[in-house]
């Protein structure tokens, strides 16, 4: 039987109604705040490209974060703007290095806030890789036992949660292993499992001055047009040992967090990244959509999509809206 017995109309008269029937809801509860971190003391610089976003000093960090979390935001991701970079990315996994230091004073400040620290190397070194380099290409199995490095440096530092973001093959194992040997087997990974090759970056890199000087990131994240790569991809972290798998970006992949909900048991994240925020940013500084609407509805769909964990730089905001 249809129309006219069947009417979907009905249940969308009143927001009362519609909010009876509402399939997805957004809490704060899953939002995290991504971060960066700089040296020095009282910086706080704007990202051209990602307006309302900043490189903090570790004491203005601090004091963001506290921000953040009154409003409800129960975790951020930190990525480190180092003194200087080196071939090997040594501010990577220097025991008092940026994002080290970072996250002693956010656990002395906060020890409640939840702290991830992405692990990767391309913010570190001078050629901007996420690996090192050999023979002019990016070397995986060398590069292995610095993220591993870098992870236990950052955990010994405090840091709640790992969240490898280089693409190189093993690293998940190569981190579990070296945090066991070392006691932290508490310590949970959030792999970024299916990571594409994405012109979505693009305002990262400004922000953290991590464009590759030479080549791109193509022989280690994945080619947009794949999708059955993304199962395989996620199925090997779980196998090395991934906690909780990601999804990056978002809102261009909605078809891969949706498959990977259905296929996989894990907790699922996704990352609105950069290049989602600023499409966003802009078009509402032109005055040609809604912001806050705009942020609202992506956000909604990539939790119907699948996601239980959404990164984005919006958290702040919209805790403070949720809140309300
Ligand atoms: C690598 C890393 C990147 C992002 C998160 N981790 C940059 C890249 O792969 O080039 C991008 C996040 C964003 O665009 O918001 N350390």
């Not at 519609?18 to 957004?26: F, N």
């Not at 093959?169 to 792999?191: K, M, N, S």
Request: charged fraction near 25%; aromatic fraction near 8%; hydrophobic fraction near 40%.
């Amino acid at each position: 039987m249809a129309f006219p017995t069947h009417r979907p109309r009905r249940l969308r008269r009143t927001e009362v109604l519609r909010g009876m029937v509402r399939e997805t809801r957004l809490s704060a509860s899953s939002l995290v705040y991504p971060l960066f971190v700089c040296p020095g003391t009282k910086v706080k610089n704007e990202i051209k490209s990602m307006p309302g976003n900043y490189r903090w000093s570790v004491d203005l960090l601090v004091e963001e974060c506290k921000a953040a979390s009154d409003v409800g935001v129960p975790a951020v991701i930190l990525f480190g703007i180092p003194e200087s970079k080196d071939e090997v990315g040594s501010g990577a996994y220097a025991p008092d290095g940026i994002v080290q230091r970072a996250v002693r004073a956010l656990k002395k400040a906060l020890p409640d806030l939840l702290v991830i620290c992405d692990v990767c190397l391309d913010e570190y070194t001078s050629h901007g890789h996420c690996g090192l380099i050999k023979g002019g290409e990016i070397d995986n199995d060398s590069t292995l036992p610095l993220l591993a490095k870098t992870a236990l440096t950052q955990v010994e530092a405090g840091a709640d949660i790992v969240a490898p973001s280089d693409m190189m093959d093993g690293r998940v194992g190569a981190i579990r292993r070296e945090l066991d040997a070392h006691g932290f087997t508490q310590t949970p990974i959030l792999a970024y499992s299916a990571k594409y090759a994405s012109a979505f970056y693009g305002p990262f890199r400004e922000a953290a001055d991590s464009a590759p000087k030479f080549g791109d990131r193509k022989s280690y994240q994945m080619d947009p047009a794949n999708q059955r790569e993304a199962l395989r991809e996620i199925a090997l972290d779980i196998e090395e040992g991934a906690d909780i798998i990601m999804v990056k970006p978002a809102l261009p992949y909605l078809d891969i967090l949706a498959l990977a909900r259905r296929e996989f048991d894990v907790p699922l994240a996704a990352y609105q990244v950069s290049g989602e925020f600023s499409l966003i940013e802009a078009a509402a500084r032109a005055g040609w959509i809604d912001r806050e609407r705009t942020i609202l509805e992506t956000l909604t769909a990539i939790r119907r999509a699948g996601a239980d964990m959404i990164l984005t730089y919006f958290a702040k905001e919209v805790a403070r809206r949720l809140a309300c």
